[in-house]
């Protein structure tokens, strides 16, 4: 499936289509509220961190979750992960697979957790999971991207909201990725004194050969603009960028039009290391960046971590 994040969910207040969607994000959250109300969640006999969003895509959930797992196995713990199965989130299945092995997957998180619980893991990370109501989360992670943030603040789909800024009661913690920003954590602050506020960045890992290369970069994640300008702030030549939607499935002749077009201008392809999987399977070996995350305050955050565990 084929999504492009609209540009009006960029712009702040409403504008005329955010107000005609209005009524459809209204009959959406109601439901979602009706949904809280009748189900109760499940409680498991080992902790369950849950690292979440409420802004669509793009905010660095996968990452930080990847960095979360190195910290509870630094602490001795065996943790594990669960995701949602998505068809087409192959991608982010593959990553985590790569990077730590111990992930589960089922179209109901509720029964990927009784597989966790069955099994010789004392902590359980949810990657996403925020919004569902069928587990019992003893801490809750959120995260935001600071060049995004909320958007129009508004819900999906009059806006890229899963739910509104005030689902932030629910956390005990919130993570930036990007740049301080003073007026967002006050904003949080007024509506949860009581929120622990961190910042994250991305820490590209860099071959040497490629900072003398100028390249093509694209893109199929949920900010593809993010990840072009981390390349561009750790020094790498980018002439060429190009976008496709978030969880895309590639077309085997749309990589060779970019390797075609690559050439012509004489240009090295790069993409990131979540699309690198789905080309791999079309038997495309593209240049790709891994990317780690760097928590400011990582002391503070993991004693956090550790006293909900």
């Not at 459809?24 to 969640?41: A, D, E, M, R, V």
């Not at 966790?116 to 359980?124: L, T, Y």
């Not at 569902?132 to 603040?153: A, P, R, T, V």
């Amino acid at each position: 499936m084929k999504f492009y994040k609209p540009n009006f969910w960029k712009k702040k207040y409403y504008n005329i289509y955010s107000l005609i969607l209005l009524p459809i994000s209204i009959i959406i959250q109601f439901l979602y509220f009706i949904q809280k109300g009748i189900i109760t969640p499940k409680k498991f006999n080992i902790p369950v961190i849950c690292v979440g969003n409420i802004y669509i895509g793009g905010t660095g959930k996968t990452p930080l979750t990847l960095e979360l797992y190195n910290i509870l196995k630094s602490m001795n713990k065996n943790p594990a992960i669960v995701k949602k199965f998505y068809k087409n989130h192959y991608d982010e299945i593959e990553l985590i697979k790569q990077n730590v092995g111990n992930l589960f997957t089922n179209l109901s998180r509720q029964k990927a957790m009784d597989e966790v619980q069955n099994k010789n893991f004392d902590v359980a990370i949810l990657d996403d999971g925020y919004q569902d109501c069928s587990i019992k989360k003893d801490l809750k992670i959120l995260c935001f991207n600071e060049k995004q943030l909320i958007g129009n603040g508004h819900t999906i789909p009059s806006g890229p909201l899963r739910e509104k800024l005030s689902s932030i009661k629910k956390s005990q913690i919130v993570v930036i990725n990007g740049n301080e920003n003073k007026n967002f954590e006050n904003k949080l602050k007024k509506i949860s004194k009581n929120i622990n506020i961190f910042y994250s960045k991305y820490i590209p890992e860099i071959p040497k050969e490629f900072k003398n290369k100028k390249f093509l970069a694209f893109a199929g994640i949920g900010n593809p603009e993010n990840f072009f300008d981390t390349l561009r702030e750790y020094g790498l030549k980018i002439i060429k960028s190009k976008i496709f939607p978030d969880h895309y499935s590639y077309k085997k002749n749309e990589i060779e039009n970019l390797l075609d077009l690559a050439n012509k201008n004489k240009l090295d392809l790069i993409t990131t290391e979540k699309d690198h999987y789905r080309l791999k399977k079309l038997g495309f070996n593209i240049n790709y960046l891994t990317i780690k995350v760097q928590i400011e305050k990582k002391d503070k955050f993991e004693k956090l971590i550790k006293s909900h565990i």
